[in-house]
């Protein structure tokens, strides 16, 4: 088998939402957009809803309505993107609750689908989904009249504990909802951890659910072991992938591990990756591949079956940083080659 | 509708099958390895295949399995990483052909599997896959005796035509099958257009059917239309997205789009990338979040339902620059949330 076998220990998924929910005295609501952070919707959902979730986020209707037919009809289901033009459909059929953005969306909503619970996002500084404090004012009463689920916002800088921008976006919230009846939420998984002045009625986590940072007490969640396809000697002077990027300075074993940029495994990350066979770090040698990767194994005293490029040993944050980015795009970018196996 | 657009036109997938296609006196087999680059593998290869095409590659074992329920019973299929452990099974039942790298995987295959087809890749140098020179010539005898249905290589530097590489490869192939009777396979898209010396008896075109550099004849395959959810006003000073790492020097109008990392359009492109409105090109503006990006749109005279990342004014290998990578990278990181429209 060539196909890399991704892990994922949903005991330790429900941990971090323990850990997470015991963090706040709000109502926790679990945010799984984007299949689950890489994870996988159906199975992430449903262990998070026999652990008591009660209330999830999707980004898009879509999602939404795959979310209802995993969990069945109980649980709230709110939709990031609010009431797009074409949803209304979809948010009446699977009982979603969008979080309405705007002016425009709050009047398609209310015109399709009179008396369908909705909430109401504000942009508090991000510029980037709800309402702002003008046309707020000038929408709140005809919008409260109408009983929303949630007011909400969504925090820019939270993972950064001490940027001024936190404060600031706490302000604003408070002086945009503080003599409102409606529940209210601000905080992600990095609000959480910003303390109890950010939680109001309910806190949504996200990445730290699945392992991530700013969580610096999640369980990791996954692992992916990676096989080797074949293990090569490479003389002095011998280059190693595409663009002969890597010259061979010694003697050197290289082994060819069946997983590339194709599976999720940033192509920028080059030569600055690492793997693990064991407690060993290897490095990875030459150019990603689409479906392939260059390891020197040079160091090792067995020939390994597989290597693991995520597990006790390299974290998603750890991976990411070898691409220069974030753990949440390691997850997100987790293939649909790999060969899940849920624990 | 919050979920993006993705259209497939099959029509040109096949132009540029025709036109690498004859570029070559030789067997032309289609490279549909990675959900043939993204794009769909059933939909994809049930056209090539009316198209003409009789043999298929793929990477693994497990994607062999999934083409041969698409394609029924004709066509060949060729598997890249040859006969893993565990493969057996799929190889038989689904009566792929594997194209074995080692003498390990001989062994495996002649015991498992006595006179199932195979094919033998060689070494020429990239060391990636493959048997190197000595190896093969300590097992050729034994291989050729059981009539391997193909003898292939891969190049490590085909994109780039005055690479010293390619000539020394196929120096390199040339003298490891220069005297055997089984069908030779050296060239992808990029070896195609290094001219008939690279082609011997079958030429193995991937990236170029669809629509990516090296082939710069390539019809355009993809188009991307990503919905716009909101667009605000920000005034001077106001910041946008994650960090605050944008921040407005003018009055402006931002759209946020609803695409993401999540999505495959690769964080690292920030704010290097733009999108187009019609013919008019605007900036991605602040961080790519999962689920979203903002984009200026202070320019366009009219407010757009959607903006284009991939189309006629910007291809995979534009986009794929924004990211610093190649537009293989692009394609295959095409996210799942898309509405694929094949046309």
């Known amino acids: ?13 429900v941990e971090n939402w323990r850990g997470l929910s015991a963090a706040s005295a709000s109502h ?4 799984v957009k984007a299949d689950a952070y890489g994870l996988g919707l159906a199975p992430v959902a449903q262990r998070l809803a026999q652990a008591g979730a009660r209330t999830f986020f999707v980004a898009v209707a879509e999602e939404g309505v795959a979310l209802r037919a995993a969990l069945g009809k109980g649980p709230t289901i709110n939709v990031f993107s609010g009431h797009m033009d074409g949803d209304t459909p979809l948010i009446r059929d699977a009982n979603l609750t969008p979080m309405i953005n705007s002016v425009d969306q709050m009047l398609r909503h209310f015109e399709a689908l009179p008396g369908h619970g909705f909430g109401i996002q504000l942009d508090t500084g991000m510029n980037r989904l709800g309402m702002e404090p ?3 004012a000038a929408v709140r009463d005809v919008a409260l009249d109408q009983s929303p689920t949630l007011v909400m916002s969504h925090l820019a800088c939270a993972d950064a504990t001490d940027h001024p921008m936190n404060a600031q976006q706490l302000r604003s919230f408070q002086e945009m909802t503080h003599d409102i009846d409606a529940p209210r939420s601000l905080a992600a998984t990095g609000g959480i951890l910003l303390g109890p002045d950010y939680h109001f009625d309910m806190v949504r986590p996200g990445v730290g659910l699945y392992g991530g940072m700013p969580f610096a007490d999640a369980v990791p969640v996954v692992q992916l072991h990676i096989p080797v396809i074949q293990i090569r000697d490479v003389a002095v002077g011998e280059t190693v992938g595409y663009g002969n990027t890597w010259t061979a300075r010694s003697p050197s074993r290289i082994a060819t591990i069946s997983a590339g940029y194709a599976d999720g495994i940033i192509r920028a990350m080059g030569p600055q990756a690492t793997l693990h066979a064991g407690s060993s770090a290897v490095p990875v040698v030459g150019r990603i591949s689409m479906d392939m990767i260059g390891v020197d194994v040079t160091g090792l005293a067995h020939e390994p079956d597989t290597l693991e490029l995520l597990g006790p040993h390299q974290t998603v944050d ?4 070898f691409a220069d980015t974030i753990g949440y795009e390691i997850l997100t970018s987790l293939g649909a080659r790999y060969k899940r196996v849920y624990l």
Do not use: C, R
């Not at 750890?318 to 940083?321: C, G, L, S, W």
């Open 1 to 13: 088998m060539a196909t890399a076998t991704l892990s994922i220990d949903l005991s330790a998924l």
């Open 318 to 321: 750890t991976v990411a940083a």
């Open 28 to 31: 926790p609501a679990a945010v």
């Open 134 to 136: 003008a046309e707020w």
